[in-house]
């Protein structure tokens, strides 16, 4: 029996909503049927279908139909696309209690507000989130803000659905842009710093997949300490480094290197680079 028992729409069937809708069906937060996608490419949609979802070419027909709906659209295509749902948008009752969240990077609240006030309610809910791609292996690390006129009960179905699919956390949404930099371009990184882990581990004489599989495993045994243990990474790396030994000769080279500075420069700019998409 599904936990939720509304009808969960995603206007954009990418990546990304697809990470999040194949979790809440493989969960049993919802039932397949309970899902409808759209996307201007109905053969795009295959997987979708596969899983027993609806899918639609008409955005609208995810906004007339459902009841919380997923914005999975890029940035730059939310003003056409609510242009489009505008131009067919009929009043309904429905309209009061309809639940928008959105995934687009660096749009605010109040941008989405404007976006669709077109929706006749006193009082339109829209959540903004920022999700990564882990989610699609159920690992996902997300942080959502809502709007003033999101309930309690609003909040939780939001929570009860992203944090089946890793970690959720409700944070202000001053706070969003810049966690941006750490969670949802944080794989990016972690999968550049695999690839070099499993590199070195070739130039010693390591079979390729092997290394790759081996660097893998690392990274997730010590993020897996990290958090089960509770203590600072500093900590944990002394644990490891034994004086003269081979762990602190490599520490030292990343020392040299800059690798500290630089990922906090690579969180840093990643995370003005999503307000400035928003404000675009």
């Given at each position: ?17 697809f ?24 053969e ?5 279908r596969?899983?027993?979802a609806?899918?639609t ?27 489009q ?5 009929v ?17 605010t ?37 809502g709007n ?23 944070v ?18 972690v ?13 010693q ?9 081996f ?29 003269g ?7 030292h080279?990343?020392e ?25």
């Open positions: 029996m599904a936990k939720l028992d509304e009808r969960i729409g995603f206007i954009g069937g990418g990546n990304m909503a990470a999040i809708g194949s979790g809440l069906i493989a969960g049993g937060i919802v039932k397949a049927s309970q899902v409808m996608v759209s996307g201007p490419h109905l795009n949609l295959s997987r979708w596969d899983l027993g609806v899918t070419d008409e955005n609208y027909d995810v906004m007339e139909h459902t009841d919380i709906i997923f914005i999975c659209v890029k940035p730059h295509m939310l003003a056409p696309c609510a242009a749902l505008k131009y067919k948008y009043p309904s009752a429905k309209d009061a209690s309809k639940l928008l969240v959105s995934v687009l990077a660096g749009t609240l109040n941008a989405l507000e404007e976006k669709f006030a077109f929706i006749e309610t006193s009082a339109l809910k829209i959540i903004r989130t920022m999700p990564n791609t882990s989610m699609q292996v159920g690992e996902g690390c997300t942080v959502y803000a003033p006129h999101c309930s309690h009960q609003d909040l939780e179905k939001v929570h009860l659905m992203l944090n089946s699919l890793g970690l959720a956390q409700q202000p949404e001053t706070m969003i842009d810049a966690v941006t930099g750490v969670t949802g371009c944080g794989p990016a990184f999968y550049t710093i695999i690839e070099a882990f499993a590199d070195g581990g070739v130039k004489g390591v079979p390729r997949q092997m290394a790759l599989q660097a893998a495993q690392t990274l997730l045994g010590a993020a897996k300490t990290v958090l089960l243990t509770g203590k600072h990474p500093a900590v944990l790396r002394d644990e490891v480094c034994s004086p030994g081979s762990t602190i000769v490599g520490v080279e990343l040299k290197g800059n690798l500290r500075a630089t990922i906090i420069n690579a969180v840093e700019k990643a995370s003005l680079r999503s307000a400035e998409l928003g404000k675009k």
